[in-house]
């Protein structure tokens, strides 16, 4: 090799005025489950994370390269890989061809491993790991970039827990990749809720988690892997739908429930009137009767006796001045409840639901909850 040329990113931690290799430490080789062979470095007198780089082959010149390396400068994320650095030489016999030595931030753990180490994971925590995915790949999006291999291994996390991938660099993506990103992660969340891998039915899967998961994640998770990828929402969609999920969902529980005795929701799909408040929330008013808000929605209990078992009370929405009602026709459910073989888990109850969510509710597979009743 020969003409070797090293670029270093100023807002990385190495110095771009001595010479790459006086600054880092080899450290072996690896053959990572997510970003495959790559070798790692550690950084001379620095607290700093590790690095490690991979070789990809350009067929550029050396103008472009140095465009190649401005522009991957300006790329920031808090939930990519850092770029500190690149080298390049002209590989000897394949004419124009550079083979590219690139360095990035590396960190040891995953999400798979994560989920080893936390036998369950809470919801609040599952919604923040999708959060800051869907925001980074949102944001790539904008960049017209992939990610190509979305993977509980494939995503890294640093010390405090935060979000690290890595997309497809100078490769462009069509619909076709983006959707097939967005049907990975919802493969991602399933490992999450189940911790289980290669799930063979995934919306057989997402039965079983009803009553466990909110109605809300479950959806999301369906509107993912539509088999049909023109279904699916992209990841502007997604950011969407997570910002306009509803924030505070009505929890049942019965403390009083016979955990001997576990139960199975089943979701019943029924039309109804429904009367428009704001963008966000809808209330459902019943055909002849007046609505009277209630001052604090009540949780609601699934006692063992079926006399015992209350109404749900909706959640309080108050008219807003010089906003006209609208009447629509939307969807509501009923929820069943049957003997099964798992224990009774916390089940979300929602009398609203987003303007994203009700478009594609029936698409998904996973409908919204609003009353309840036993059999």
């Known amino acids: 090799m020969g003409n070797l040329q090293t670029l270093i990113n100023y807002h990385s931690p190495l110095s771009y005025i001595y010479d790459l290799n006086e600054q880092i430490q080899d450290c072996g080789m690896i053959n990572h489950p997510g970003l495959g062979a790559i070798q790692l470095w550690k950084i001379k007198q620095s607290n700093q994370p590790m690095m490690f780089s991979y070789h990809v082959h350009l067929y550029k010149n050396d103008s472009r390269l140095v465009d190649f390396h401005r522009i991957r400068c300006q790329i920031k994320h808090p939930n990519l890989l850092s770029y500190f650095a690149c080298t390049s030489s002209k590989a000897q016999n394949i004419g124009s061809v550079q083979s590219l030595q690139l360095f990035f931030a590396y960190y040891h753990k995953n999400l798979k491993q994560k989920l080893l180490q936390q036998k369950t994971m809470p919801e609040t925590e599952i919604w923040n790991i999708i959060e800051q995915i869907v925001n980074a790949m949102a944001y790539l999006q904008g960049l017209n970039r992939y990610h190509g291999n979305l993977t509980?291994?494939?995503?890294?996390?640093?010390?405090?827990?935060?979000?690290?991938?890595?997309?497809?660099?100078?490769?462009?993506?069509?619909e076709e990749q983006i959707k097939k990103d967005v049907f990975d992660l919802g493969l991602v969340i399933i490992e999450m809720l189940t911790h289980r891998a290669n799930q063979l039915n995934f919306y057989e899967?997402?039965?079983?988690?009803?009553?466990?998961?909110?109605?809300?994640?479950?959806?999301?998770?369906?509107?993912?892997?539509?088999?049909?990828?023109?279904?699916?929402?992209?990841?502007?969609?997604?950011?969407?739908?997570?910002?306009?999920r509803f924030k505070e969902p009505i929890i049942l529980h019965n403390p009083n429930f016979n955990q001997g005795q576990p139960a199975f929701i089943q979701i019943?799909?029924?039309?109804?009137?429904?009367?428009s408040r704001n963008q966000d929330?809808?209330?459902?008013?019943?055909?002849?009767?007046?609505?009277?808000?209630?001052?604090h929605p009540r949780i609601i209990y699934k006692n063992s006796s079926q006399t015992n078992l209350q109404n749900i009370t909706t959640i309080p929405q108050y008219p807003i001045q010089g906003t006209q009602?609208?009447?629509?026709?939307?969807?509501?459910?009923?929820?069943?409840?049957?003997?099964?073989h798992t224990p009774i888990k916390h089940i979300s109850m929602v009398d609203s639901i987003s303007t994203v969510d009700r478009l594609t509710s029936c698409q998904s597979g996973i409908q919204h909850i609003s009353v309840i009743r036993q059999i």
């Open 205 to 244: 899967s997402l039965k079983q988690l009803a009553g466990i998961y909110s109605i809300q994640l479950l959806q999301l998770v369906g509107k993912m892997l539509q088999k049909d990828a023109r279904l699916r929402p992209d990841f502007y969609q997604l950011q969407d739908i997570i910002k306009n």
């Open 325 to 340: 009602q609208i009447q629509e026709q939307q969807i509501y459910s009923s929820v069943q409840y049957q003997r099964y």
């Open 152 to 174: 509980t291994e494939s995503i890294l996390l640093n010390e405090e827990d935060q979000i690290k991938i890595l997309d497809q660099l100078q490769q462009r993506p069509n």
């Open 281 to 295: 929330q809808r209330m459902i008013t019943l055909p002849g009767t007046q609505y009277k808000p209630s001052i």
């Open 268 to 275: 019943n799909n029924h039309p109804q009137r429904l009367q």
